[in-house]
């Protein structure tokens, strides 16, 4: 699987909207992005993940570059709640038995 | 949906002894479940990778005989630490997926299970 970088720590303000970047420069044509996030002593949490088309849910919007090489994770009102490491990774998706590598993550801090 | 829980969330135990970890998908039949172990102020680190009905496989450098992976059912798969050491002491975490449409191969991770030993 390629190999993401993400920033070590970011912050924004409460309310504002929260961009987090990942580089993988050297995602393959069948390999997805996916986003996770792990609040302090819990399971990671699924977020969002995509191929090339920019995806949108409930909790965040998936923008990817149109080269693929990046993407950013948008999460457009930051709360408090939202602290978090956030892992970006890229995996090989169609079957079920593909496993994550997870790296470092950005640990986003939230300010009130 | 897509919930996993881990039991027990926390446990205690002397250098010696065996540990058994619960891992089940609530609401889905999981395929292949996976588990990964997390030391304090790192990521995560896959420990092995387990089908139902099959042997599971271990990631390099992880023993096989002393971390016991069953994963008899759909929904539950049990993870043994077998003479349990203080190096052992670490949040042991599972997830599971079920299938490979998309979105059905995403994996769904439980809330963890914080081992330590005295």
């Known amino acids: 699987d390629a190999k993401t970088t993400q920033p070590t720590s970011m912050d924004c303000a409460e309310g504002r909207a929260a961009n987090l970047p990942c580089n993988h420069s050297?995602?393959?044509?069948?390999?997805?992005v996916y986003w996770y996030r792990q609040i302090h002593s819990q399971g990671p949490q699924y977020i969002i993940h995509?191929?090339?088309n920019n995806e949108t849910n409930e909790m965040a919007s998936l923008i990817i570059t149109e080269d693929r090489k990046s993407s950013t994770l948008i999460l457009p009102h930051a709360t408090l709640r939202d602290t978090a490491v956030y892992y970006c990774?890229?995996?090989?998706?169609?079957?079920?038995?593909?496993?994550?590598?997870f790296g470092s993550g950005t640990r986003l801090l939230v300010r009130p | 949906g897509a919930v996993v829980s881990q039991h027990p969330s926390w446990v205690i135990c002397k250098s010696g002894t065996s540990v058994k970890i619960e891992c089940r998908s609530l609401?889905?039949?999981?395929?292949?479940m996976f588990w990964y172990r997390q030391f304090p102020k790192q990521s995560l680190m896959l420990m092995a990778t387990s089908n139902e009905g099959s042997k599971a496989t271990y990631e390099q450098g992880v023993e096989k005989d002393k971390f016991l992976i069953n994963h008899a059912s759909l929904t539950l798969s049990t993870l043994t630490v077998t003479s349990a050491h203080p190096e052992d002491s670490s949040f042991y975490i599972c997830s599971a997926s079920w299938g490979r449409l998309f979105g059905q191969e995403t994996q769904y991770f439980g809330p963890g299970t914080r081992l330590l030993v005295l």
């Open positions: 990774i890229v995996r090989v998706a169609g079957q079920s038995s593909y496993k994550l590598i």
């Open positions: 050297t995602i393959s044509g069948n390999e997805y």
């Open positions: 995509g191929l090339k």
């Open positions: 609401d889905f039949q999981a395929t292949t």
